[in-house]
């Protein structure tokens, strides 16, 4: 068994690139995945960027803001965002801070995950049909951010108490 260490004293001082006031640590990469921590200072960003990889972003602490394409949205502590590969993502925060785990999954058994592109390393076979897919790559993932619970300060006072 390997215990992998993330968390403070085990941070790279430099986030991604593109990113200021971000630091980050790999916890595991391999052909399928690459799983990181990534902590977000007041004030900080990781500038619009895009990947070939299905991205799960998961905020597990704090708080800020993520965008995927043109679309811009707060994201809190137990939510998460699926950005899909090939679309411009990025997040940052305004005067709070936020930490998240971040999950880039390659695209099934025969593509790998490597230096943040994909791979693909045979056909692919449609299963359901029992043959290849005809372009050997699969479908590109749609996707959007989840609509966010209003908080207690959102609600209108004169519709009664929410909870």
Known sequence: MEIRRFGPGHRKAE???GSQGVTGQVIHSDGG??????????????SPHSNPNTTLFVVISGGGYVQVGTERSRINHGEAVVLPPDLPHGA???G?????????????????????????????????AGGPIASGRPERAQGSLAERPKLRDEYDSSEGEPW
């Open 96 to 128: 709070s801070e936020m930490r998240a785990i971040v999950i880039e999954l390659g695209h099934g058994g025969d593509a790998r995950l490597l230096e943040g592109r994909a791979v693909e390393v045979g056909p692919k076979a449609d299963h359901s």
């Open 33 to 46: 995945a690459r799983i990181s921590e990534l902590v977000f200072q007041r004030y900080a960003m990781v």
């Open 15 to 17: 986030g991604p690139p």
């Open 92 to 94: 940052f925060t305004d």
